[in-house]
């Protein structure tokens, strides 16, 4: 039988191919949940025209929500977030000596009025992300917000079980 093809919804977008195995946990969590995303490379620094380019044309391809992952100092969150108005969730990575501290700096500290939400560092953040971008687009989405509410009760019920 062939997968169906799930609406692209969210853009992941890490700045190097290094980064695919952390930034692909949250590619995992969202097709749980049937939410179809596209997952490529663009570094803010290495190739920042593609990037301002993937940023601005996100919406009209029906993008809703972007996750950006990056190492080091790079800055793609917010560069993504720069140059779309749709939400940006940023997921420092753990990709220098510092282990990810500097790209959890370079990713929180942004100026008023360009807001990324920043998760956790590494495939924990990536994961989260996917989350918080599903509790996002459930906001306009009752089939979705049904399905977390779903996962929501059977995490509580298996909460509840002797281990």
Known sequence: ???RR???R???VMGSESDRGAMEEAARV???FGVGSEV???SAHRTPDATAHYA???RGRGIEVIIAGAGGAAHLAGAMAAHSRAPVLGVPLAS???AGFDALLATVQMPPGVPVGTLGVGAWGARNAAHLALRILALADPALARKLEAQA???ERSAGRPS
């Open 6 to 8: 799930l609406k692209t």
């Open 10 to 12: 969210v853009g992941i």
């Open 153 to 155: 009760a059977r995490a």
């Open 40 to 42: 490529v490379v663009r």
């Open 96 to 98: 220098s000596p510092l």
């Open 1 to 3: 039988m062939a997968k």
């Open 56 to 58: 601005k044309t996100a």
């Open 30 to 32: 969202l097709e749980e």
